[in-house]
């Protein structure tokens, strides 16, 4: 025991002199050193992977160590990074620490070295660091290769907001090289002589395929680049959830976030791994995964989902019961049996789910836009009774099973439609008639309303009209009126009769609408009374009737322009006396009228009152066309008779008749008015409607008046359109007219009746060659009682002497040639050789034959004797008179005679005396003269009957009448 | 393509859509194409279209959106469509005819080297592919339009007329299976 105590004071003493020793000695090498340092990198990632081993452990032995690392770039003393990296060393362990670079690697030179330091609480005396190793050397660039220009790092992968380190080696110094990011350029910053190092802070996603950058060579044609992959941050996945439909197969969903932006290939991925069974599977969706339940039935589940990149990973838990997640699958196979009219039965099938579960179903039936609904437990197979259902309605019922257990979700709907079967139809139509009078029979037009779609109970095909004549019953008539007629007409002598109408479908027939027609068609004089109507429609009152009554109708049309005017009835019960009377057919401006009847218990119809009214009166669109009559210098006649006032927008109440007048003073009852051009005009208010004509009074004889009538209504008159204009006559012009045309006529009858007897009248006045014996010269003459005077006769005549002209005989000239003839006169010359000087003598004028004359027999006349003085026979005319019936035988010598037949037209003519008034010759009887003479009565040549003017005409004339002032 | 392929790439920046450009001799030039002998066009058109596919085939990888895709498979089909009225056109020169004539000197290379595991430079080497595509499918139709417009030429170069028949049929069997007009042929 005594030995033991001192081998043990001895060892404790070696021990304490040994740790002084070491920690006297810092040189002396740690045996548990790190050895056989490799170094390798990974350029995508930009990593430096060390690895080294620990020797001198025993086995087994397990040591825990700190192992410092230093790392420098460039040189050996440019540390960049220094690390303690801890951990439990075994026996023949190669361990094994990265260092991520910010730098590529390529881009510049990289030195390692370590050292290590028991960190055991077993070796407290060990905790003193080792030597350093000897720097490892990580130099990329030599293995490049030999191209011009390298661009690093190739293909990283960062998330949005990082920061970058780009660098370039250039194996030419000379080269200028510039870098860009998308085509702006880069300031960098030069590491060595053909390195340069770009730090691009808080990257942005520019695209799905990366973010290019470049670097090219200033000089030349070579460019090298890099795509940076920069990827949206990574979201957590949300909405995690797991539910079954079927016990056996867990279908699991979440939403993924927004899209980190990456290719497909760099996109994240998705792992469902489950705790409790420890399985893991790689979901093949961003957004769902199935997994297979169990077969032992593991009722609980604790599942992690992780979302993860090459960036970065992200995980959500969810912890659940089987059972509680059952989501049922759509119920199917719904079907309706023993479909009535009013009852159905619907059936379906559920999805087991285990054999102890119950279903709960939720049963909707959608029908006449009402909705009811129903709970039913169902194992298997579901049934349900609908009742109380409406016929020939369509229906839809919908399905849905939830877990009757333990509810998590209601499956999807599943819908099915079904239609009831056709009834009789419930109600009896609602009939309305419309009665007139034709030829003595009684045309009436029966209106009957569609059944609504509740009282048909299926498709109306034809309603049945019973027509039973209650004077005589036992005579009916029976007529079917195809659907979807709404009326028909019949015509029915003046009996009464009673009318059933019935609607009928495929299953049976309505009740009857029973309707009494009178042969009186009860046009009955009910005045007529006016309503104003509204918007909302028209409110209608009326007496109640002291009688009884079964209900009122009102009825009306609703187009009452139209020839159908498509009847509208209201039916109203008895106790009713009024009523407001709507339809969206209303129009303003048109008028209604509304009649009320009152149904009597014998259910015949009477007409009780009449209204009619707008629902909106309007101002007239248009004025009366007028006619104007009795057109006088004081007044005219306005009518306009044709003017309907029953057709007109609103009711007429009067007329105004404006009458515009260049005075402008208006009489009494009119007034002055302002016209909407600021004319000024007067205006007479007609108050009576039915007053259709005016006269208008008090107007000015020969003056200029425009008129206008124009209704006028409450709302308003009619426009100010075109004025009549109108000018009153003078006042005169009647009575001239009164005796100027009965003189223009007598005027007119004379001319015409002397035109008829003009030959009379011209033997009668004015012959051509004057009768001395049957002219009443000589009644003058006898009345004179003057013997002396007669008329003389040729054979008393002692010619003086008588020149021939030579003449030639045989030759016959045309009418042209005539005029180169000298006519031929026979000269009564005095017996005295000269003439000296004008002496009392008394000069005859000798006739003048030509030959043709002398042959012509139509010459009856005989000369006239130098007997009567001259002074008397001038009493006969005037030398004016002669003259013109010289040109007027002359002319008509042209006209009358042809050229050839006659030869010779004799013409009598008488000269007045040479001076003289000729006023005093019928007082004044010429006395004896000097010289007095006569005009020759002379025959006019052919050659100057056919002189081409009237001017040789007349100087032929003269020419005669200077030859016979010749004295011989 | 082209288009697609520079924007949803992005390289349509100044700077870089210049090295967008054909790698010389990546394909015939239009003058080495109407030196050839019909026969030997029709050979080389058939082999470039072929090489053609397939550097659309491994185009494929870099196109990352479906409506993308859409498009490069449309165009590959029409290519198939086009390269099958080719052979048909070759299989209709007389066998006899054109035997003698020289190979032309035509690169017998592949139209693009091998696709670089640099994403950057493939995107290059894609872009400048289909440049080179697009010119010389240009090329290839405005041969085929002079044969169309020369007969002397075509006279001299097909005696016996059977591709000028065959140049009728192309056409027309490009507007049945709604291929590209004369002058568009497949992108």
């Known amino acids: 025991m005594a030995l033991f105590s001192v081998l043990q004071t001895t060892f404790l003493l070696a021990s304490l002199s040994l740790r002084t020793y070491q920690t006297e000695v810092w040189s002396e090498p740690l045996p548990w050193a790190p050895e056989s340092l490799k170094v390798s990198i990974n350029s995508t990632r930009q990593c430096l992977h060390l690895q080294w081993s620990v020797h001198n452990l025993a086995y087994h032995q397990e040591l825990k160590m700190v192992f410092q690392i230093e790392i420098s770039r460039i040189k050996t003393s440019n540390v960049i990074w220094v690390e303690d990296y801890s951990t439990t060393v075994k026996w023949n362990q190669v361990l094994h620490w990265s260092w991520e670079s910010k730098l590529p690697l390529e881009c510049a030179k990289h030195f390692l070295r370590m050292r290590s330091a028991v960190d055991d609480a077993k070796t407290p005396e060990q905790r003193f660091w080792s030597n350093w190793s000897s720097w490892e050397e990580v130099d990329v660039q030599n293995s490049l290769g030999h191209e011009p220009l390298f661009v690093f790092p190739k293909d990283k992968l960062v998330e949005e907001g990082s920061n970058v380190t780009i660098c370039y080696v250039s194996r030419s110094q000379q080269n200028n090289i510039s870098c860009y990011l998308e085509g702006v350029r880069m300031q960098g910053e030069q590491l060595g002589p053909n390195v340069s190092m770009f730090n691009l802070n808080h990257v942005a996603f520019i695209r799905e395929t990366g973010t290019n950058i470049y670097c090219k060579v200033d000089q030349g044609d070579v460019i090298k680049g890099v795509v940076l992959f920069v990827s949206k941050v990574l979201e957590e996945p949300k909405d995690f959830s797991c539910e079954t439909q079927d016990l056996t197969t867990l279908n699991c969903t979440w939403d993924p976030g927004r899209d ?45 989902l992780t979302a993860e990149n090459n960036l970065r990973k992200r995980s959500v838990y969810l912890l659940f019961n089987l059972t509680h997640r059952v989501h049922p699958k759509a119920p199917f196979n719904v079907l309706f049996k023993n479909v009535s009219a009013t009852n159905a039965t619907m059936t379906w099938k559920v999805h087991t789910i285990g054999n102890y579960y119950t279903l709960l179903c939720q049963v909707d039936l959608y029908g006449e836009g009402k909705v009811t609904q129903h709970n039913i437990s169902v194992r298997v197979d579901g049934e349900h009774l609908f009742g109380g259902l409406e016929p020939d309605t369509q229906y839809m019922a919908q399905v849905r099973c939830a877990n009757a257990n333990r509810f998590w979700k209601w499956s999807e709907w599943t819908c099915q439609n079904f239609t009831t079967a056709e009834a009789a139809p419930s109600e009896a139509p609602d009939v309305w008639r419309n009665v007139k009078s034709a030829q003595g029979d009684c045309v009436v037009t029966l209106f009957w309303k569609p059944l609504l779609k509740l009282q048909a109970n299926g498709k109306i095909l034809f ?34 009769y009673q009318i059933h109408v019935t609607a009928n479908n495929s299953v049976g027939t309505s009740p009857a609408s029973v309707i009494i027609v009178s042969g009186d068609p009860g046009n009955t004089e009910v005045e007529e009374e006016r309503v104003k109507g509204t918007e909302d429609g028209f409110s209608l009152s009326w007496k109640p009737q002291p009688r009884n009554v079964t209900g ?25 006396t009024s009523t407001v009377v709507s339809s969206g057919a209303f129009r303003p401006g048109v008028r209604y009228n509304f009649r009320i009847y009152g149904i009597s218990t014998e259910r015949v119809p009477y007409l009780l009152e009449k209204k009619t009214g707008y629902s909106q009166e309007l101002a007239p669109s248009d004025n009366p066309q007028v006619v104007m009559s009795n057109l006088t210098s004081h007044s005219f006649t306005l009518s306009w008779k044709d003017y309907s006032t029953e057709s007109q927008p609103s009711f007429i109440q009067g007329y105004h008749v404006y009458l515009k007048s260049k005075a402008g003073q208006c009489h009494s009852g009119w007034e002055k008015a302002v016209l909407s051009d600021d004319a000024v005009c007067c205006k007479y208010k007609i108050d009576n409607p039915k007053q259709k004509t005016f006269v208008v009074e008090n107007l000015q004889p020969e003056s200029f008046y425009e008129f206008l009538v124009t209704p006028y209504t409450s709302v308003g008159e009619g426009p100010h359109g075109a004025f009549t204009k109108v000018t009153t006559p003078d006042e005169y012009s009647p009575i001239l007219i009164r005796i100027i045309l009965p003189m223009v006529f007598c005027i007119l009858l004379i001319t015409i009746i002397c035109y008829l007897k003009s030959q009379w009248m011209k033997e009668k006045c004015y012959p051509d060659i004057p009768d001395p014996y049957k002219s009443s010269v000589l009644s003058l003459i006898k009345s004179k009682e003057n013997p002396r005077l007669t008329i003389m006769n040729i054979k008393d005549c002692v010619p003086d002497s008588i020149e021939v002209l030579n003449k030639q005989e045989g030759t016959r000239k045309s009418l042209t040639e005539t005029e180169s003839t000298k006519p031929t006169y026979l000269y009564l010359l005095p017996t005295e050789t000269s003439y000296s000087g004008p002496e009392p003598c008394i000069c005859f004028e000798n006739f003048t034959y ?44 042209l006209g009358e005679i042809p050229a050839g037949e006659t030869s010779l037209n004799y013409v009598s003519q008488l000269a007045s005396p040479m001076s003289g008034d000729k006023s005093s010759l019928p007082t004044n009887p010429p006395e004896p003269a000097l010289c007095s003479e006569y005009k020759m009565q002379m025959a006019i040549p052919l050659g100057l009957a056919s002189a081409p003017s009237s001017g040789s005409s007349s100087f032929s004339s003269i020419t005669l009448l200077d030859e016979g002032e010749h004295y011989h | 393509l082209l288009s697609l392929q520079i924007k949803s790439q992005g390289l349509d920046k100044d700077g870089l859509k210049e090295h967008c450009r054909e790698r010389p001799g990546a394909f015939p030039s239009k003058d080495a194409l109407q030196r050839l002998s019909k026969r030997e066009f029709l050979r080389t058109l058939h082999t470039m279209l ?43 020169l007389p066998d006899s005819s054109e035997t003698t004539e020289p190979t032309p000197a035509v690169p017998a290379t592949s139209p693009s080297p091998t696709p670089t595991s640099d994403t950057f430079q493939r995107r290059l080497e894609g872009c400048r592919f289909l440049h080179g595509y697009h010119r010389f499918m240009h090329s290839v139709g405005q041969v085929f339009q002079e044969w169309g417009e020369s007969p002397s030429r075509r006279r001299r170069h097909s005696p016996h007329g059977g591709l000028r028949k065959g140049v009728r049929r192309l056409q027309l069997s490009r507007r049945n299976k709604r291929l590209p007009p004369r002058g568009q042929l497949p992108r």
Not at chain 1, 274 to 301: D, M, N, R
Not at chain 1, 878 to 883: T, V
Not at chain 2, 68 to 91: P, S, V, W, Y
């Open chain 1, 260 to 304: 980190t932006g990456l290719l497909k290939q760099l996109s994240q991925s998705y792992t469902l791994f489950e705790s409790f069974s420890g399985k893991k599977i790689l979901c093949k969706h961003k957004s769902w995964c199935s997994w297979q339940v169990a077969p032992e039935s593991q009722e609980t589940y604790n599942f992690t």
């Open chain 1, 463 to 496: 309603y049945n009209i019973v027509i039973e004549n209650l004077d005589r019953s036992s005579i009916s008539k029976l007529l079917s009126i195809p659907a979807p007629a709404n009326g028909t007409e019949v015509i029915l002598d003046q009996c009464l």
């Open chain 1, 552 to 576: 009122y109708i009102v009825d009306w049309c609703d187009h009452p322009r139209d020839p159908l005017c498509d009847l509208q009835w209201k039916n109203l019960g008895p106790n009713t």
């Open chain 1, 850 to 893: 030509n030959q043709a004359a002398s042959d012509s027999a139509s010459c009856g006349h005989v000369p006239v004797p130098p007997k009567a003085p001259p002074s008397q026979l001038g009493l006969l005319t005037s030398p004016e008179n002669l003259l013109k019936s010289l040109e007027k035988n002359y002319m008509n010598s």
């Open chain 2, 50 to 92: 072929g090489s053609i596919l397939h550097r659309l085939t491994a185009l494929q990888r870099d196109v990352p959106k479906a409506q993308d895709l859409e498009t490069l498979n449309r165009a590959k089909q029409n290519i198939r469509g086009f390269r099958n009225n080719i052979h048909c056109m070759a299989r209709l």
